[in-house]
């Protein structure tokens, strides 16, 4: 299957969730969604497209917390991103981990160095940071004027 009707078939599937697309050249694609379809459109592509949770990655930008969550069709090599944008003010999102336990460490990781609240992750404890720096201080973050 080629990379943009896996993109169009998912963004029909969930039209109601899905905010843009990016198609890369090649094997690579970038599906934006409201972050309240993480669960649901993650499972998807799991359970029914066959695809593999690699990792995620977040950044804090001016728009918000920005995660990528990146899955593997590892068959057509197809690499299919799933971006979310949460809020500065209160940033939270369901849990993956429940799904994937190897999104475990990566959302301990995001939590402890942005602040970002994995709602119904297993165990939010800190991962990396035991005594560099205080419980309330998140160092990925940024002041935006």
Known sequence: MKTDEVINKLAEKFSS????????????????????????????????????????????????????????????????????????????????????SASNWIEREMHELFGINFLNHPNQEKLISEGNWADDVFPYRKEFK
């Open 17 to 100: 969730d899905t905010l843009g697309v990016d198609l890369s050249e090649g094997r690579r694609g970038i599906v934006s969604i409201s972050p309240s379809a993480i669960l649901n459109v993650s499972e998807y592509l799991y359970r029914t497209e066959g695809y593999r949770f690699i990792i995620a990655s977040a950044l804090h930008t001016k728009r918000g917390f920005e995660i990528y969550y990146h899955f593997s069709l590892d068959p057509d090599g197809i690499i299919l991103s799933l971006h979310v944008i949460l809020s500065s003010d209160k940033p939270h999102i369901e849990s993956l981990s429940n799904m994937f």
